[in-house]
């Protein structure tokens, strides 16, 4: 019997992985951290076969506890929290036979070379990483890049305990709605579509020339199940540590490109009276939202090949243009609007 514990059972991406793999092996046998009664309730009504254990990710002895029972763990939740990385290698250090961490990371690591190279806010910066001949330079990268202080954590665990094999997922802005229990929507274009509508103007930060990536959640879902699948045969079809990283995308875009996308729909749907988008500061992006400048004007570029090269992944999910629509009724019904009703443009802010 495989055992899996599973950290971020409600979360987007957590959630979405967990649907897939749950679905597809009804036989592995589930742990999952759950923060309160409440949600604990969302997960044993969906899958009442799994085991639900209280706390969160400060709870450092129970997730050593339940790592070192699981043949593997999967960490969907805060890809920034050191001391759940630390006490999950520890429980996993602990066991006698191998233990598999598949940890989430996210894109936002490659912004660093932003700050390497001094490009401004908004500017279109051309380099480009990958996972595969590029993995020593990614796996290498500055430690004051985001994320990359859990990054080293997990890519460490292997060099002081053998027994420990480890894959890092690192995502780039995702989108598409989640099949989980819990929270379906993404981030940083819900986010953006959300603050313009708010705000009656959409934007971009500088000249909005930047580039990321981009993955649907359902499309990024079977990298997770593929590794989980690996991991379950003994690791055999994957790699681990040094070179179990995995970037996952499917194209390119341009954030000043995209801002204009969601004004233009906001305008169709009657949420903006016009798509004309405004430029912002890196301090008014952070004003807006916190780490703004962070989510909207950095570059981020890497490419997938590890999982397409292992796996024979390739994206096969909706479109961004095909789920745009969905973005805008979705934040406008969150902000209690109906269609029709621009916010800040008819003085009702």
Not at 174 to 193: K, L
Not at 228 to 247: C, F, I
Not at 323 to 341: M, R, S
Request: charged content about 25%.
């Amino acid at each position: 019997m495989v055992k899996i514990f599973v950290i971020g059972a409600t979360g987007y991406i957590g959630g979405d992985a967990l649907f897939v793999i749950a679905e597809k092996h009804p036989e592995y046998e589930f742990t999952a951290l759950v923060r309160n009664s409440e949600k604990g309730a969302l997960v044993a009504a969906r899958y009442p076969k799994i085991r639900l254990v209280y706390g969160d990710l400060d709870s450092s002895d129970l997730l050593t506890e339940e790592a070192e029972k699981a043949d593997i763990v999967a960490h969907w939740a805060n890809a920034d929290h050191v001391g759940a990385a630390k006490a999950l290698v520890k429980g996993l250090s602990s066991r006698s036979t191998p233990g598999y961490l598949i940890h989430t990371s996210g894109t936002g690591i490659l912004g660093v070379i932003d700050k390497l190279d001094g490009t401004p806010a908004g500017t279109e910066n051309p380099k480009v990483y990958d996972d595969w001949d590029g993995i020593g330079e990614v796996i290498t990268l500055p430690s004051f890049a985001a994320h990359r202080n859990v990054d080293e954590i997990i890519l460490a665990a292997s060099k002081t305990a053998s027994n420990v094999k480890t894959a890092i997922v690192c995502p780039p802005t995702i989108y598409g709605p989640g099949r989980g229990v819990g929270n379906t929507d993404s981030d940083q274009w819900y986010h953006m579509a959300r603050i313009s509508i708010e705000r009656g103007k959409g934007f971009h930060v500088g000249e909005g020339k930047n580039v990321w990536t981009q993955v649907h959640v359902q499309d990024l879902s079977k990298i997770y199940l593929s590794l989980v699948e690996a991991a379950a045969n003994g690791g055999t079809g994957a790699t681990w540590n040094d070179e179990g990283y995995y970037l996952a995308e499917a194209g390119e875009y341009v954030w000043g490109e995209m801002a204009k996308k969601l004004a233009q729909e906001a305008v169709k749907q009657g949420y903006l009276q016009t798509d004309e988008l405004e430029s912002v500061t890196t301090d008014e992006a952070d004003k807006l939202s916190p780490w703004g400048s962070m989510r909207w004007g950095t570059n981020s570029r890497g490419r997938a090949i590890r999982a397409r090269k292992l796996f024979g992944w390739e994206p096969t999910g909706d479109s961004p243009e095909k789920i745009i629509p969905d973005i805008i009724t979705g934040q406008a019904e969150k902000l209690g609007l109906k269609v029709g009703h621009a916010l800040v443009a008819a003085g009702d802010a």
